[in-house]
């Protein structure tokens, strides 16, 4: 997209938020850069050139624009869509894996050299890891300045910083601020009330429209007890943190998601935000999605209803794997009832002061040595569950954010009781695939059967090869045609 000039000054020059984090553009003669939406009166065309990512334009000297702050811009829907190297590297380095495994280990991960790795970024983001790292940890501390009490240098530390020298200097380069000037520039803003101790109140954007009912409606409806709930008009739930662990609380307001967090260890901030980011499907181009899916004139009606459907995922792909066998041919509300019992055995215990949860999901290491007598389950479904836990345990299957999406379909189609719906919805909601498709499901076919669609599975698949790749969005406005609890905000 960067390198269509013409494209890129009329986004700038119409101020459309649609390309907000698809390209950025930078000013030649003030030596800032913005999102393509910023509110001021557009450069010249000869004074713009355009980069893919923040971090490019820092690698080539351009800082922040402090009025439309490009830096929070969400993120390239480009990663949801490709399963490629480049698209599975911005995956892990958005989960922090570079500041806490370096490049070695993000390239160790991805199966290739970290010279591979680095030429392949810079060619395609105009900057390496390191420097997408570095431009991920000056946004995570300019957060935690501006929205938290903690001192600055405990900030250079929970940030992924070495030293509070780098910190300061890069804080400086990017924002032309000091850190005690980007504090004292948030002070003089609108007051938001006395910060709560150990909670980060952020907004995380998105590209509009969103149409919360079926993402929170989703949540909601196939919550684990203990581990997620609804309460106020927010989703909240546990997370498992590489550092320690947290409780988040999401609530959908028109143009924002409120996101208020509560972590153990700050260090965390970046990898919560990123996993609640993904969970949420808050990096989706909606409008592309539905103007390919408005071309059905069968679909068209559903997305003219309510367009913006997002795909609710989740933050631990292994924890959703766990949960989708525990869905197999039950109700939602058994498979709740299921998942609340194996939590309250084996989940680890947790505070929270503010709400009704009690327990982080269990993990595969803790599940590995499940007694089988004690699941309230088929014996089938007894198998299909500790096979897969023993395999994520012992490393056999690994799922995460950075899978390649058909070598993981393969090796869960080969585990006893994983079937094809069982292997989609895990492709679909666990792994983040866009064209993760359902021809199967019990609530996909009777809304093909009402809006005059083929209904057999096979013949649903040939019809919708139109809708690729966006087969799973298709599938988010198929179950919107049932009353199921799904498609509905709470009360």
Known sequence: MHTDTERCVRAVQSKDARFDGVFFTAVLTTGIYCRPSCPVVPPKVENMVFHPS???CQRAGFRACKRCRPDTSPGSPAWNARADAVARAMRLIQDGVVDREGVPGLAARLGYSTRQIERQLLAELGAGPLALARAQRA???????ETTPMPLAEVAFAAGFASIRTFNDTVREVFAL???????????????????????SLRLPFRAP??????FGHLAATAVPGVEEWRDGAYRRTLSLPYGHGIVALTPT?????????????????????????MLDLDADPVAVDDRLRADPLLAPLVDKEPGRRVPRTVDAAEFAVRAVLGQQVSTAAARTHAGRLVAAHGTPVDDPEGGLTHLFPGPQALAGLDPETLALPRSRRTTL????????????????DSDWDEARARLAALPGFGPWTTEVVAMRALGDPDAFLPGDLGVRRAAEGLGLPATPSALTARAAQWRPWRAYAVQYLWATDSHPINHLPA
């Open 54 to 56: 923040a971090a490019s």
């Open 139 to 145: 946004q995570t501390a300019r957060l935690l300045v």
């Open 178 to 200: 000091t850190p005690g000037e980007l504090r004292a520039r948030a002070a003089r803003g609108p007051a938001a009330g006395p910060p709560t101790p150990g909670v980060i």
């Open 210 to 215: 969103l149409a919360p009912s079926n993402l």
């Open 254 to 278: 028109p143009d924002h998601i409120a996101c208020r967090l509560s972590l153990t260890d700050p260090r965390d901030l970046t990898v919560a935000i990123s996993r609640c980011r993904w």
């Open 386 to 401: 500790l096979t897969l836990v023993r395999a994520l345990a012992d490393g056999e299957l690994r799922l995460d954010v």
